[in-house]
């Protein structure tokens, strides 16, 4: 289905619904194609590739609202399946909150090319696809003798989506995401540790080389053997890049409309009041170039807004969609983050590390829980302790625990090295005083 197809058939989809009594509606037709490669222990163990066409239809009469979706895309079976689903809807209880988004929101959309496919996707051949997971898999198995599994693997996505609403929205989005990395366990007499190194682009010729990805998942892995757990107490910490994520989402949680209204959220009736360090400036930007969460618009056909959410601690936004922004009478902004970026600082991982006197380099999180409601947290870490700026020897089975309206206080210093293969496009995180449960 090409792109004016897929308009025409969502305008017609838009118009057969109205035509069966729906008040409003909202209607995408996507198309996605995915291919992945799995190379292990030497042996291709996975080739798939799946192709996948649907349309989605939001439905509101009558203060009701429901949402439905199909993969057969055809005329003769939506013709059927469109009134169906707005005659349903009839029958489910009313809720006055929900409906499309003003079209208000919809305006001052801008018209950029943000840089999110890749014109040489089509050029990439199978050969290629199978080639690269293989160099990966060949490489990283020869690095050590105390390499026990190693798991490579390459993948690439093209999506196409168009979406339209009855009440004037129209948008399109295009666009391609391509990943290689590996997973590789190493053994000694005591353990048997694992780690990797996978990267995600928006363009192919973007793909760090085999050789360094494969090495990278095998130095990670080998520098675990002989992890042990420190004495319980106070560590300064640094995060690394890109295990991040983990304390971003933690604060997500809060940070949204449900939460809000729910009464679920620490953060509730903060706004404008000071949460953390100066050191911490939380940006979503949807406009960076070939950023992996860029778009022009978000699920809701909202016009994308660059917007401050903390300023050097200061609590600035929440993320709010249409239907909780109605239940809590505040403006919306969006039910979904973009792309995260910060004030970045002056210092790389390396120099964070060589300051500290003695702390832990926090390589990955390893299960654990956060309250959005208290804002208590406790994680499990692996990582790196260091002494005096030298790294002494690998941890593991350590939790921190803590506050996060007294942890995000403890943060002293921000990074120079963004994640880049991330819509979290975080850095390196130097926090003081941290309590790390151990022995």
Known sequence: ???????????????????????????NVSTNRNIQVEYRDGKLEKLKESKES??????????????????????????????????????????????????????????????????????????????????????ASSQSDKIISCTAGYSDTFFESTKVHSNGFEGENRGTVFSAGAEVTV??????????????????????????????????ALNKLGQVKLQSGLYDMVVENRVNWRIFYSLSEPMSGQALQQK??????????KIGSDSLTLIDDPFIFSGLGSRLFDGEGMAAKRRVILDKGVLKGYYIDTYYGKKLGMEPTSGSPANIITDYGTKSLDEMVKSMKKGILVTGFIGGNSNSTTGDFSFGIIGMYVENGEIVKPVHEMNISGNFTEFLNQLVEVGNDPYIYSSLRLPSLYFKDVQFSGI
């Open 1 to 27: 289905m090409n792109r004016k197809e897929r308009m025409e058939l969502a305008h017609w989809a838009v118009a057969q619904a109205k035509k069966s009594g729906a008040d409003e509606v909202a209607v």
């Open 264 to 273: 679920s959220s620490f953060l509730e009736g903060k706004l404008g009041q």
């Open 187 to 220: 053994q000694d007499e005591k353990s048997r540790p694992e780690d990797w190194d996978w990267r995600t682009v928006r363009f192919h010729k973007d793909l760090p080389a085999s050789e360094v990805l494969a090495k990278s998942a095998v130095k990670r």
């Open 54 to 139: 649907s349309l989605s239809l939001t439905v509101y009469v009558a203060q009701r609202y429901s949402s439905n979706s199909t993969n057969d895309t055809r005329k003769e079976s939506l013709s059927s399946l469109i009134p169906e689903s707005v005659s349903m809807t009839k029958y489910l209880s009313q809720d006055p909150f929900r409906s499309l988004p003003d079209p208000k929101y919809y305006e001052g959309q801008k018209k950029v090319d943000l840089q999110i496919y890749d014109p040489d996707y089509e050029k990439v051949t199978p050969e290629q696809r199978v080639k690269i997971a293989a160099e990966i898999e060949k490489i």
